[in-house]
């Protein structure tokens, strides 16, 4: 079983960053997809980024694509989203996810084995 555990939110003003980090526990991290998604109050959870387990390839939504950054160390059993340019929208309860060690197809948000609790971001205009 997979434990997960976000950190690093908080409130920031529009224009500045955060550093969201997620905590792994059990399984093979090293061989499991990762992915950071996110919930605004009324809105369904949404994909904000994605980290690759083979060859550590990324993927982001449109709407942070150039703003936001994952990264992963695998020696630590970390993921990392850096957030830039913060916009009010990007309000939201951040969520890591990871996929089952081994998974090749770990593209939709059913896809994912394993969340984490969240945690809370909110960008002030």
């Known amino acids: 079983q997979v434990q997960l555990v976000e950190s690093g939110g908080g409130l920031v003003q529009a224009g500045g960053s955060l550093r969201l980090s997620c905590a792994a526990s059990?399984?093979?991290?090293?061989?499991?997809?990762m992915g950071w998604f996110r919930q605004a109050p009324g809105k369904e959870r949404e994909f904000v980024a994605r980290?690759?387990?083979?060859?550590?390839?990324?993927s982001y939504a449109g709407s942070v694509k150039g703003r936001f950054t994952v990264s992963r160390d695998d020696g630590k059993k970390m993921v990392y989203l850096q957030m830039n340019s913060l916009k009010p929208e990007d309000t939201a309860v951040y969520f890591c996810?990871?996929?089952?060690?081994?998974?090749?197809?770990?593209?939709?948000?059913?896809?994912?084995?394993?969340w984490g609790q969240g945690t809370q971001v909110t960008v002030s205009s």
């Open positions: 059990g399984g093979t991290f090293s061989r499991s997809t």
């Open positions: 980290i690759a387990w083979s060859g550590g390839s990324t």
């Open positions: 996810a990871a996929g089952r060690a081994g998974k090749i197809i770990v593209l939709m948000i059913t896809d994912y084995d394993y």
